[in-house]
């Protein structure tokens, strides 16, 4: 099984730039989830997808938008990138919303 | 606002050494997960505690869910190089969809 994959692996990104970070999940996973991760500051929840249908704003949100496609599938978009946007983001899934969350690889973007 | 404190941050052991590493909260958790991650890559899931009380091996990994359900520790016997890592631990509330991180413990066995 591939579990949660992620697209692309690195991204190069100008200031103002747009791009979106894609995440597939193939565990039949109700909740989906995008965080980042930087030096000292952890993971931080960005956006999550309870279910289907529905996302909500974690604790980093600003600058960010998201779309649960469908069950499998949970975008990340950047509309105006921003060199604090420098960060390696994971997407993450899960089953109920505290049972065990399962990473992608990641993306490590860098704005410029 | 849940926090999830690690300690230590750093270590760095000789191989065959014993660790412990600790998970500390003064929020109670639904459950608590422990996760390993390698540069370059996603963390891995170590393992799930969900009982107050609950310990769990895996192979000389040995993790703890407190009594009241607020902290945890991992603890290694016999550190290995393939060890080395960054170990994180995460709380999750049932009802919030929020898994709160710790900081991580960046763990280093020298052979």
């Known amino acids: 099984n591939a579990g949660v994959t992620q697209t692309p692996k690195f991204q190069v990104l100008k200031t103002g730039q747009s791009m979106t970070l894609q995440c597939a999940q193939d565990?039949?996973?109700?909740?989906m989830y995008w965080y980042r991760q930087d030096p000292g500051m952890g993971l931080r929840l960005i956006y999550y997808?309870?279910?289907?249908?529905?996302?909500d704003k974690g604790e980093v949100p600003n600058g960010y938008n998201v779309s649960r496609l469908n069950k499998r599938e949970f975008s990340l978009r950047l509309e105006s990138a921003a060199p604090s946007q420098t960060s390696v983001y994971f997407c993450?899934?899960?089953?109920?919303?505290?049972?065990?969350?399962?990473f992608g690889q990641g993306t490590r973007l860098t704005v410029v | 606002t849940q926090l999830l404190e690690q300690s230590p941050q750093f270590l760095s052991i000789q191989e065959g050494e014993n660790l412990t590493v600790y998970c500390n909260s003064s929020?109670?958790?639904?459950?608590l997960q422990w996760y390993r991650q390698e540069p370059g890559e996603g963390p891995v899931l170590l393992v799930t505690?969900?009982?107050?009380?609950e310990v769990k091996k895996l192979k000389r990994l040995t993790f703890q869910f407190g009594d009241a359900r607020k902290d945890s520790s991992l603890h290694i016997t016999a550190a290995q190089p393939g060890d080395t890592g960054l170990y994180l631990c995460?709380?999750?509330?049932?009802?919030?969809?929020?898994?709160?991180f710790g900081t991580g413990t960046r763990l280093k066995v020298l052979a």
């Open positions: 993450a899934s899960s089953d109920t919303d505290y049972t065990e969350a399962f």
């Open positions: 995460a709380g999750a509330t049932s009802g919030t969809y929020k898994y709160i």
């Open positions: 505690v969900v009982t107050g009380g």
């Open positions: 997808s309870a279910s289907e249908g529905t996302t």
């Open positions: 929020s109670v958790f639904s459950s």
């Open positions: 565990m039949n996973h109700n909740s």
